[in-house]
Nanobody, 120 residues
Framework: VQLQASGGGLGQAGGSLRLSCAVS????????MGWYRQAPGGSRELVAT???????KYLDSVKGRFTISTNNAKNTVYLQMNSLKPEDTAVYYC???????????????WGQGTLVTVSS
């Protein structure tokens, strides 16, 4: 299973960026997909998740600004980031919890990380 993230870069405060993460490989089912971030000197934190039933959850500081979604095939997860703030600067990692077979326990898979820098 491979996750390929893209869409990071330099944004301005108040602006927008969109992250994408394409999932490929042999997967039986996906429990949930999400985005985490790690700021310089900080620990990795959950930004947003979306379940197979399309339920979403967000970090309090991004609620109302970020939106997580998937494509119809549910093999790509997006993070639309609006009203960016300098404190959103971090490396963003996509995550998928997936099963490779019906009776197999789910595993976590991670993308390579994409840097988002927000200038003031």
């Amino acid at each position: 299973v491979q996750l390929q993230a893209s869409g990071g870069g330099l944004g301005q405060a108040g602006g927008s960026l969109r992250l994408s993460c394409a999932v490929s490989g042999s997967i039986f089912s996906i429990d949930h997909m999400g985005w985490y971030r790690q700021a310089p000197g900080g620990s990795r934190e959950l930004v947003a998740t979306i379940t197979s039933g399309m339920s979403t959850k967000y970090l309090d500081s991004v609620k109302g600004r970020f939106t997580i979604s998937t494509n119809n095939a549910k093999n790509t997860v997006y993070l639309q980031m609006n009203s960016l703030k300098p404190e959103d600067t971090a490396v963003y990692y996509c995550n998928v919890r997936a099963r490779r077979a019906l009776l197999k326990a789910p595993d976590d898979y991670w993308g390579q990380g994409t840097l988002v820098t927000v200038s003031s």
